[in-house]
């Protein structure tokens, strides 16, 4: 089983909302976790959008708009990326990430198409 | 502004040694508040962190990789290498490298953040 597992689709409507979710394996605890999240266009490397851990530790990326935010759901062991407002130029591919014992991870990604 | 640049050859035969190097630009790689770090993405396919390297020479390595893997710094040219020894049409991917800001946390202690800014990536394909 994956580390992190990410739904590979996902679609939405211009205007609407967003929530691209993140679960982690069974065993290891979400809460524990600052989830980074990436925005990756084709043909160009990926973007660091913001981090999640807590309501008090969090960060956004630089110039990254408010409308994405993260959060978590402890009860589906999960960090969530929310995109409120979707926009023509929102769709790409998303990324989450962990430091898992000094190492890296990353979800295997999913694609926000906008329609 | 912080710039970073990929370069080295597009084309590795399988068996031999994929050797990239990371052009650090507007900033130090001396400076000891990041790691410096290599991610690659197979066509049509997600990231897979392949390592990082802090300025002193300290090395992290994907397990996966280990075996295969030596990340090194030149901090004379401001720059910090890949080579990946052995290689298959497996390691036919995007190249890129990317910074790793530390932060400080009363309750974690130092910790590393976010892939903060990243080179435009560099492809290379294993083929005989």
């Known amino acids: 089983q994956a580390v992190l597992t990410q739904p590979a689709s996902l679609s939405a409507s211009p205007g609407a909302s967003a929530s691209l979710t993140c679960t982690l394996r069974?065993?290891?605890?979400?809460?524990?976790?600052?989830i980074y999240w990436y925005q990756q266009k084709p043909g160009s490397p990926p973007q660091y959008l913001l981090r999640?851990?807590?309501?008090?530790?969090?960060?956004?990326g630089s110039g990254v708009p408010s409308r994405f935010s993260g959060s978590k759901d402890a009860s589906a062991n999960a960090g969530i990326l929310l995109i409120s407002g979707l926009q023509s130029e929102d769709e790409a591919d998303y990324y989450c990430?962990?430091?898992?014992?000094?190492?890296?991870?990353f979800g295997g990604g999913t694609k926000l198409t906008v329609l | 502004q912080v710039q970073l640049q990929e370069s080295g050859p597009g084309l590795v035969k399988p068996s031999e040694t994929l050797s990239l190097t990371c052009t650090v630009s507007?900033?130090?790689?001396?400076?000891?508040?990041?790691?410096w770090s290599w991610i690659r993405q197979p066509p049509g396919k997600g990231l897979e962190w392949i390592g990082y390297?802090?300025?002193?020479?300290?090395?992290n390595y994907n397990p996966s990789l280990k075996s295969r893997v030596t990340i090194s710094v030149d901090t004379s040219k401001n720059q910090f290498s890949l080579k990946l020894s052995s290689v298959t049409a497996a390691d036919t991917a995007v190249y890129y490298c990317?910074?790793?800001?530390?932060?400080?946390?009363?309750?974690?202690?130092?910790?590393?953040?976010?892939?903060?800014?990243w080179g435009q990536g560099t492809m290379v394909t294993v083929s005989s």
């Open positions: 990317a910074r790793v800001p530390f932060y400080y946390d009363f309750w974690s202690g130092y910790y590393a953040g976010a892939f903060d800014i």
């Open positions: 507007g900033g130090s790689v001396s400076s000891g508040s990041y790691y």
């Open positions: 390297i802090y300025y002193s020479g300290s090395t």
């Open positions: 069974s065993g290891i605890n979400v809460g524990t976790y600052r």
């Open positions: 999640y851990k807590s309501d008090s530790d969090k960060q956004q």
């Open positions: 990430m962990i430091w898992h014992s000094s190492a890296v991870v």
